[in-house]
């Protein structure tokens, strides 16, 4: 006599391969939705974007696009904190490797390097100030913390050699700093010798000697 499986049983292995599925797809549905945004957003500028025309882009209906955001207002906001975690996981990615405190905080100022050169959000900035504005403000106090997470070992090690307690979150709120005026006044080729003077600067104001000649 042939067994009879119960309902349950028989429906739990193609449920679970059906809902890995669908996660997988919701995934790349939300990625692709995101990265349309993005190129509307530095094209057309954040107010004259379209739920109709981020379908269109996206190749997708409505009933697709309300499935995972109830409005425009929302899908910008999901946009910004896509791309707020995004820059903090590519930061913790490139320095990870280093364990090394002096390298680990020169893969830091070359992150920082290729963020200005490559990065989209001077273009934002053109294209939508008043929301570029916004998310600048709201990544802020989120990168000083996550800056003193990444340089931890990097403080760790500036305390024992100079002998006093660091600033670490005046250290981090500079970097921060000096990344968003990059924005708004980009400097000269040379950009990347800024977040290596306020090392020094650091090591000045524990020592209390001058700081070392720019190389």
């Avoid at 990544?139 to 305390?159: C, N």
Wanted: proline share 4%; glycine share 6%; with cysteine.
């Amino acid at each position: 006599m042939v067994e009879k499986k119960s309902p349950v049983a028989a429906e739990t292995g193609p449920v679970g391969v059906r809902r890995g599925r669908s996660n997988r797809r919701s995934e790349q549905t939300i990625a692709n939705i995101l990265m349309v945004t993005e190129n509307i957003v530095l094209k057309s500028g954040a107010e004259r974007i379209s739920i109709l025309d981020v379908c269109r882009e996206a190749g997708i209906s409505r009933g697709t696009f309300y499935r995972y955001f109830a409005s425009q207002d929302e899908l910008l906001d999901a946009f910004a904190r896509h791309k707020r975690e995004q820059f903090h996981v590519t930061l913790a990615e490139a320095v990870q490797p280093y364990q090394d405190p002096d390298e680990r905080f020169d893969a830091l100022i070359r992150y920082l390097d290729h963020y200005l050169e490559h990065g989209r959000a001077r273009r934002l900035l053109v294209a939508a100030p008043e929301y570029a504005l916004g998310f600048f403000r709201r990544i802020f106090h989120d990168s000083v913390v996550r800056f003193q997470d990444v340089l931890g070992s990097v403080f760790d090690a500036w305390e024992v050699r100079f002998g006093v307690k660091v600033d670490r979150e005046l250290v981090c709120e500079l970097l921060i700093r000096y990344v968003l005026s990059e924005q708004l006044v980009p400097g000269d080729a040379d950009r990347k010798t800024l977040p290596r003077r306020i090392g020094r600067m650091v090591e000045a104001l524990a020592t209390g000697a001058p700081p070392r000649a720019r190389r």
